[in-house]
């Protein structure tokens, strides 16, 4: 009789764990519904903006005797909002957003989303729509990661639960910004929680399907590079990529070094943070002014180059003065603590040196080369595996975002030299240097 009554137990406590997992599975859907809504709002907004600053600098250089005085002035006063909202309301909404998210599922932080929220979305809107060199990937995650908090706290679930809900939404919040599920769900696993199991695979999984499906709804169900197909590179060229990768390796280990110590050097400054933004907003309108494909995240100077549109003689010239402009500007506006984040500089800068890449590999090796655009493809999945060391996220994002399965086995071999040079090179991953950097900074919302 006992062991019948243990049986009968048992089976309602596996059915008692079906109907939570189901309700918890249904919860996933609406934080991917509410992390796309928030992702498209951003995204519009954001193209409004970056619409209108560029209608605004044709309209200035008809005036160049004074035009070029105009966007420093008001990229200075629009960071100096968005920096003084940061500071005043939520500091935790500074930056990308994902060492703060990744050091809210460690427990290390806690997330306050009403206040986070609409400070990431309206600071994130002014300081990159005045032209800020930096992405709206990274905020896009914040803000989905305050979708899933939300959520959960109407909900009252129980801290697991809530975490998983946050790690989900946050995926789902990079799905939408880069039409991207697999690579939302990927990152979730690979970056977020770093957990296999049913429940949180699941999850992150339906979280960034319905996300996407709202982004498609009112962005198109196209690909986020409108790039035309490159051909299978031949097996001479694979020698070629996987130089590449030593030098997308080289390259990303750069980028967090020296993003790191503008971030230290920064705080040697004794300025409030709307100054410091002042500052960075006045440089980057002026140099806004003659090189404008360096302002903003960068997605159609990186799309243009994919598709092959920049063919002049002076094309080398243009893409490092290019590359410097843009490394120069993310570096500094990251620093100046607005809202915004790294991951569509990244690839930009993939893209940038891929090209350039690829016209001396086309050079040197013209029967046994790809064409530079393809070069360009797997250096932004290289660059950024070995900056943020996820390569499978890398890899499966610019699949999605270009919809090219030919480069596969070039951008794996790629990635992994990437990844093994930044591991060689001791080099930490970027998002966990920056959440140690936060913690160390700024400790008021320390657990």
């Known amino acids: 009789m006992e062991s019948e009554n243990a049986v009968i137990g048992q089976d309602e406590g596996n059915y008692l764990l079906e109907v939570s997992r189901r309700v918890h599975f249904i919860r996933a859907g609406g934080v991917g519904l509410l992390a796309g809504a928030i992702a498209v709002a951003f995204q519009l907004s954001l193209n ?12 200035l250089h008809r005036n160049v005797s004074w035009g070029w005085v105009v966007l420093p002035v008001i990229a200075a006063l629009l960071g100096a909002i968005a920096a003084y909202l ?26 306050d989303w009403k206040r986070i929220l609409p400070v990431k979305f309206i600071g994130g809107v002014l300081a990159l729509g005045a032209g800020f060199s930096m992405g709206r990937e990274g905020p896009t995650v914040q803000m989905g990661a305050c979708a899933g908090a939300g959520l959960s706290d109407v909900l009252k679930l ?65 690909p986020s590079f409108h790039v035309h197909d490159f051909p299978l590179p031949p097996l001479t060229a694979l020698p070629l990529f996987a130089a590449m990768g030593l030098f997308a390796g080289y390259a990303g280990v750069f ?16 300025l409030e943070m709307w100054q410091k933004a002042a500052l960075v907003g006045a440089v980057t309108g002026l140099v806004g002014w003659w090189l404008p494909d360096a302002l903003g995240g960068g997605h159609r100077i990186a799309e243009s180059i994919l598709r092959g549109n920049f063919t002049s003689e002076s094309l080398t010239f243009f893409l490092i003065v290019l590359l410097l402009g843009k490394f120069c500007l993310t570096i500094l506006g990251y620093a100046s603590g607005i809202p915004g984040g790294v991951f569509a500089p990244l690839l ?37 595996t070995s900056s943020i060391r996820a390569p499978l996220t890398g890899i499966v994002l610019i699949l999605e975002m270009t919809g090219n399965q030919e480069q596969l086995f070039a951008l794996i071999l790629t990635c992994l030299v990437a990844y093994l040079v930044a591991e060689h090179a001791r080099s930490t991953p970027l998002y966990d240097a920056l959440m140690e950097f936060d913690l160390a900074k700024d400790t008021s919302d320390v657990v």
Not at 191 to 202: A, G
Not at 255 to 270: D, E, M, V, Y
Request: hydrophobic letters at 55%; a positive charge; aromatic letters at 12%.
């Open 48 to 59: 409004y903006a970056e619409q209108g600053r560029i209608a605004l600098l044709a309209l």
């Open 86 to 111: 940061t500071s005043r309301f939520a500091p935790a909404a500074s930056g990308s957003g994902i060492p703060h998210i990744r050091g809210v599922l460690a427990g290390k932080r806690t997330l």
């Open 158 to 222: 129980d801290p697991y639960s809530k975490r998983n809900l946050i790690a989900s939404a946050a995926g789902a919040g990079l799905g939408a910004a880069f039409n991207a599920p697999l690579a939302g769900f990927i990152f979730v696993i690979e970056e977020l929680q770093r957990e296999v199991s049913p429940f949180t695979v699941v999850s992150a999984l339906i979280a960034s399907v319905f996300a996407v499906a709202v982004s498609r709804i009112f962005t198109g169900q196209l």
């Open 255 to 270: 980028f967090n070094g020296t993003l790191l110590w503008a971030l230290k050097f920064s705080g040697r400054f004794r």
């Open 348 to 384: 930009v800068f993939g893209a940038i040196i891929g090209q350039l890449f690829g016209h001396v590999s086309l050079a040197m090796f013209p029967s046994g080369g790809a064409t530079p655009a393809a070069y360009a493809v797997v250096c932004m999945a290289a660059i950024f």
